[in-house]
Nanobody
Framework: QVRPVESGGGVVQAGDSLRLSCTAG????????MGWFRQAPGKEREFVAV????????HYGDSVRGRFTISRDNSENTGYLQMNDLKPDDTGVYYC????????????????????WGQGTQVTVSS
């Protein structure tokens, strides 16, 4: 299975916006969910957001809810994470991950629920 590829990271100032993209490689018969996680140096990987194949299920981590918006375009095999009002605490490597989630017992929160991961894109927010 081909790994997804993230893009759109960069260095911005607090209050700025960025849009990350995740292009899922290859063709799949599985209607996969697409999630975003982030990891800051010395910290555990943190759930950011997830969207189901049809977009009818969307969830956000508490620290980004109201500022970030997840979306996807299945015709382009691409997902997006619009990040507004960025804060220094948003700094980290952002990973896109895909998997067939059940959404039972909030499995989407767990990195282990996603079998396929991208290599990540760095986001740095300066104060």
């Amino acid at each position: 299975q081909v790994r997804p590829v993230e893009s759109g990271g960069g260095v911005v100032q607090a209050g700025d916006s960025l849009r990350l993209s995740c292009t899922a490689g290859g063709r799949s018969s599985t209607r996969f969910s697409m999630g975003w996680f982030r990891q800051a140096p010395g910290k555990e990987r943190e759930f950011v957001a997830v969207i189901s194949w049809s977009g009818d299920r969307i969830h956000y981590g508490d620290s980004v809810r109201g500022r970030f918006t997840i979306s996807r375009d299945n015709s382009e095999n691409t997902g997006y994470l619009q990040m507004n009002d960025l804060k220094p605490d948003d700094t980290g490597v952002y990973y896109c991950a895909t998997g067939a989630l059940s959404y039972s017992q909030r499995d989407y929160l767990l990195p282990t629920a996603y079998p396929i991961w991208g290599q990540g894109t760095q986001v740095t927010v300066s104060s």
